[in-house]
């Protein structure tokens, strides 16, 4: 199935559309689609799908094997048999993912579009629901509360009916905080990420998910064997397809000793 962009494309708010090609092939498959990892699934009805289906996902970070599962989780039921492998230079405990804090909040690239709040939302609301579960300790995922507070009025926040109890804060509130004079209080999630991706390594491997410790330089490396490819290098993403909107965004985590009363404070 062909991927067509109309207008501005998906990260504009666009959405695919999808029709059968075989690009020539004569054994009557689809030639193999590139979808980019951001993209919903939502769109297709299995019953436009073949019987058959081979998917490569490249990349093995947090979005790579949650891509894979996503597919395991819509597919798996209705197509068989599918086949999905993961093919990655590096896998846990050494991929940037595994570094990561996993702190659930779009604080820096929050531009409020549509289909990024659906999606932030949609992440939070399948998060929450595993709290309960026995797995979340082994997952790495916990509720965290905290502050964010800013030096004058802003707008609130995209994804302020994801999270639990957002509030404005009080002038109480505000007073323990010198030099500041506008805030929030909310209860987020964290989801670390040095426990949640052996967790989906695991999960991934009992659905008969493969995985193969391999560099992909082009897609042309994948021949004609899958139906689709979808790709999650990262920023190494635009060397597989370019796309200048891909910019890469440091993060840094910093191990202190703290003695206060307060869980999290985000200052800015």
């Known amino acids: 199935f062909r991927e067509e ?6 990260r504009s708010g666009g959405r695919p559309r999808l029709r059968p090609a075989t690009d020539g092939r004569t054994d009557g498959r689809p030639a193999h689609r590139l979808l980019p990892s951001h993209w919903s699934w939502e769109g297709i009805s299995w019953t436009t799908l073949q019987a058959e289906m081979r998917v490569a996902v490249i990349g093995a970070g947090v979005i790579g ?9 819509r597919f798996q039921p209705t197509v068989k048999p599918l086949t999905v492998i993961v093919y ?18 779009p604080y820096v690239l929050d531009e409020g579009k549509p289909e990024e709040v659906k999606w932030n939302k949609e992440t939070f609301d399948y998060l929450l629901s595993y709290m309960s ?3 979340a300790n ?3 995922l916990f509720l965290q509360s905290g502050y964010n507070i800013f030096k004058e009025p802003v707008p609130d926040p995209s994804w302020k009916d994801a ?9 109480k509130e505000l007073k323990q905080f010198p030099g500041f004079s506008y805030g929030w209080f909310n209860t987020t999630l964290m989801l670390e990420g040095k426990s949640y991706l052996p967790w989906m390594m695991a999960k991934l491997k009992e659905c008969g998910v493969k995985f193969v410790e391999k560099k992909i330089s082009s897609f042309q490396e994948l021949g004609q064997d899958f139906d689709v490819i979808v790709n999650c290098t990262g920023i190494r993403a635009q060397e597989l397809q370019p796309d200048p909107e891909l910019k890469p965004a440091r993060g840094q985590i910093v191990k202190v000793t703290v003695f206060t009363k307060y869980s999290v404070l985000v200052r800015y």
């Open 5 to 10: 962009r109309r207008g501005k494309g998906l």
């Open 65 to 73: 094997l949650s891509s894979a599962q996503c597919i395991i989780n």
């Open 88 to 105: 990655a230079d590096t896998f846990t405990p050494d991929t940037t993912s595994d570094g990561a804090a996993g702190f659930w909040q």
């Open 133 to 135: 579960s026995s797995d």
């Open 138 to 140: 082994e997952m790495g």
């Open 163 to 171: 999270v639990l109890g957002f509030r404005h804060l009080t002038t």
